[in-house]
Nanobody, 118 residues
Framework: QVQLMESGGGLVQPGGSLRLSCAAS????????MGWYRQAPGKEREWVAT???????NYADSVKGRFTISRDNAKPTVYLQMNSLKPEDTAVYYC????????????WGQGTQVTVSS
């Protein structure tokens, strides 16, 4: 069993920065694809970024150039550095651990609230 715990959310002014963390407990992490998703009020959950076990990254167009995903397999933790935040980035942010066996359900964290407002 794996548990994911996000932290680092909060209230920030437009143009500001936050770093989210997602700490994993359990026996799997280093070999797994990890991702960040977000869900704004009244909207569906959307993909933000992913990082492979080898460190290759991919980003949604809406955050490209502003957000950076990284991971530390020794901790094990995945991060999301968010810069130049905009009000439209306001959402609950979730991390996801993709199971190697795709027929099994992925693991999700409980989410952390990010609010961008002046």
């Amino acid at each position: 069993q794996v548990q994911l715990m996000e932290s680092g959310g909060g209230l920030v002014q437009p143009g500001g920065s936050l770093r989210l963390s997602c700490a994993a407990s359990g026996s799997i992490f280093s070999g797994n694809l990890m991702g960040w998703y977000r869900q704004a009020p009244g909207k569906e959950r959307e993909w933000v970024a992913t990082i492979t076990s080898g460190g290759a990254t991919n980003y949604a167009d809406s955050v490209k150039g502003r957000f950076t995903i990284s991971r530390d397999n020794a901790k094990p933790t995945v991060y999301l550095q968010m810069n130049s935040l905009k009000p439209e980035d306001t959402a609950v942010y979730y991390c996801r651990l993709y199971r190697s066996v795709r027929s099994l359900p992925d693991y999700w964290g409980q989410g952390t609230q990010v609010t961008v407002s002046s």
